[in-house]
T-cell receptor, first 112, second 114 residues
Framework: GENVEQHPSTLSVQEGDSAVIKCTYS??????FPWYKQELGKRPQLIID?????GEKKDQRIAVTLNKTAKHFSLHITETQPEDSAVYFC???????????FGRGTSLIVHP | NAGVTQTPKFQVLKTGQSMTLQCAQD?????MYWYRQDPGMGLRLIYY???????DKGEVPNGYNVSRLNKREFSLRLESAAPSQTSVYFC?????????????FGEGSRLTVL
């Protein structure tokens, strides 16, 4: 089955810095790549997603880039704020499977 | 419109006891999922139901059973709880089986097995 690796597991930044989280996947047939944010004690919620026919997508301070050749995709957060502190999960889906496979998560800490 | 509702939110069990986690969604979604979340392990799929009347195993199904009672409800049962099943359980749903995007999660159920 699909294998998704997410790095780093923990990321600590100063407010205003940029943060980048990277995921690699194994199934070349994967065609949907969402990112979820989970605040402490809360449920995961979708923040941005990208499909395989698009290389980059932006939504205000967050962006996702996809490199299908290298089989990796990344979440970019610019001008980080303390409320960005959370655990972020990448996921992949597609090909013969309609089951989302999640990475292990990145704990982002933004220091004021 | 409540979204995805899970009960109970907290539960403490003794080894060998049984219990059922309930999940209901009011978004007319076809697919429903049960995940468990453990520190450093991400979200691992236990079982899913692509549509009413069907269920399939996920990555970590051992020790669990599920029932898709109707389109709205998808329950997870632990027949004989073990300490290794101590975890936070999330139910999720979405409109279609795949490729259509967002998973909507419930608030989670924290289970402790002593």
């Amino acid at each position: 089955g699909e294998n998704v690796e997410q790095h780093p597991s923990t990321l600590s930044v100063q407010e205003g810095d940029s943060a980048v989280i990277k995921c690699t996947y194994s199934d070349s047939a994967s065609n949907y790549f969402p990112w979820y944010k989970q605040e402490l004690g809360k449920r995961p919620q979708l923040i941005i997603d990208i499909r395989s026919n698009v290389g980059e997508k932006k939504d205000q301070r967050i962006a996702v880039t996809l490199n299908k050749t290298a089989k990796h995709f990344s979440l970019h957060i610019t001008e980080t704020q303390p409320e960005d502190s959370a655990v972020y999960f990448c996921a992949t889906e597609g090909g013969g499977s309609y089951i989302p496979t999640f990475g292990r998560g990145t704990s982002l800490i933004v220091h004021p | 419109n409540a979204g995805v509702t899970q009960t109970p939110k907290f539960q403490v069990l003794k080894t060998g006891q049984s219990m059922t986690l309930q999940c209901a969604q009011d978004m007319n979604h076809n697919s429903m999922y049960w995940y468990r979340q453990d520190p450093g392990m991400g979200l691992r799929l236990i079982y899913y139901s692509a549509s009413e009347g069907t269920t399939d195993k996920g990555e970590v199904p051992n020790g669990y059973n599920v029932s898709r009672l109707n389109k709205r409800e998808f329950s997870l049962r632990l027949e004989s709880a073990a300490p290794s099943q101590t975890s936070v359980y999330f139910c999720a749903s979405r409109r279609d089986r795949g490729g259509s995007g967002e998973l909507f999660f419930g608030e989670g159920s924290r289970l402790t097995v002593l």
